[in-house]
């Protein structure tokens, strides 16, 4: 009897994840479809909700006033992270406008980062109306600290004013999908 138990324990944690209990063998198999479906979710766009506008970052540099800037940029934290950002309303029927300083990046510690004061990589992104049928494109820049793993990170805009009936957000944006 023990050696059928285990023969048909071994063949359960071959297939899965197995929990022996006196003559019981409970099994769980990960299903693989469902794993690789969570992570192709991630996407380097999202649809800013309630709206036919999308938000897609194109572009991701890490260290940015080591690279791009002519001065010497003070930091707080340790470096800057430049986001490329494209607003596209080429789908929608109204005139959308863009307040780059309600974008925000989260780390995978769920520290929140918001835009810096001192923009290093250009051109930048405006505040802006994105016309219905067209789109924009600029950098924004984030201060992290500087052992921060620009592929932890997604952003997200979110725009929280008192006259607004319900904050306009978009999905989150995982830079580690970005090519």
């Known amino acids: 009897m023990k050696k059928i138990k285990f023969l048909l324990a071994a063949a359960v944690l071959l297939s899965g994840f197995a929990?022996?209990?006196?003559?019981?063998?409970?099994?769980q198999r990960k299903d693989v479809n469902t794993v690789s479906s969570i992570s192709s979710q991630k996407s380097a766009?999202?649809?800013?909700?309630?709206?036919?506008?999308?938000?897609?970052?194109v572009g991701v540099e890490d260290s940015v006033?080591?690279?791009k800037s002519n001065t010497e940029v003070p930091l707080l934290l340790g470096k800057h992270i430049a986001v490329q950002i494209v607003i596209d309303n080429s789908g929608g029927k109204e005139d959308w406008e863009v307040f780059p300083e309600y974008f925000k990046l989260k780390d995978a510690l769920n520290n929140?980062?918001?835009?810096?004061?001192?923009?290093?990589?250009?051109p930048?992104?405006?505040?802006d109306i994105v016309d219905a049928g067209d789109s924009v494109r600029g950098w924004i820049t984030f201060e992290v600290?500087?052992?921060t793993d620009i592929k932890s990170l997604k952003l997200r805009y979110e725009l929280n004013r008192?006259?607004?009936d319900k904050p306009v957000k978009s999905g989150w944006i995982y830079l580690s999908a970005v090519k």
């Not at 929990?19 to 099994?27: A, F, I, Q, T």
């Not at 930048?124 to 505040?127: A, S």
Request: overall charge negative; aromatic content about 14%.
């Open 45 to 57: 766009e999202a649809k800013v909700e309630d709206t036919n506008v999308f938000i897609k970052v």
């Open 124 to 127: 930048i992104l405006n505040k």
């Open 19 to 27: 929990v022996l209990s006196e003559d019981v063998v409970y099994s």
């Open 112 to 122: 929140t980062f918001m835009p810096a004061f001192l923009d290093v990589a250009f």
């Open 65 to 67: 006033s080591e690279k």
């Open 145 to 147: 600290p500087e052992n």
């Open 162 to 164: 008192i006259f607004l």
